[in-house]
Nanobody, 126 residues
């Protein structure tokens, strides 16, 4: 069983950057696909980016392509989300999640993920 903990959220102005991290405790971290989801007030949880077990395959939502970069360090049991060119629409709670899914694409749903972190708030002001 994995336990996930996010860090790195905060408040920034539009155009700024943040780096989120998700640190795991528990066995077999490197056998899980990982993802970042965001949830804005009153909205459903949405997939932001995902990465496969090795880091060799990634997926990004259209809204964050060319701005966000997902990566992982299996030796450190940690996943990252480098967020650049932030805008107010990026304001949300960001969650990391782990799953044994194989494919990464736009059809990924939150209920396919077995383990979740508590979330970290990202607020972008204009």
């Amino acid at each position: 069983q994995l336990q996930l903990m996010e860090a790195g959220g905060g408040s920034v102005q539009a155009g700024g950057s943040l780096r989120l991290s998700c640190t795991a405790s528990g066995p077999a971290f490197d056998t899980y696909a990982l993802a970042w989801f965001s949830q804005a007030p009153g909205k459903e949880r949405e997939l932001v980016a995902a990465i496969n077990w090795s880091g060799g395959s990634t997926y990004y939502a259209n809204s964050v392509k060319e701005r966000f970069l997902i990566s992982r360090d299996n030796a450190e049991s940690t996943m990252y989300l480098q967020m650049t060119m932030l805008n107010p629409d990026d304001t949300a709670i960001y969650y990391c999640a782990a799953s044994r899914i194989i494919g990464l694409d736009a059809t990924i749903k939150p209920d396919e993920f077995d383990y979740w972190g508590q979330g970290t708030q990202v607020t972008v002001s204009s």
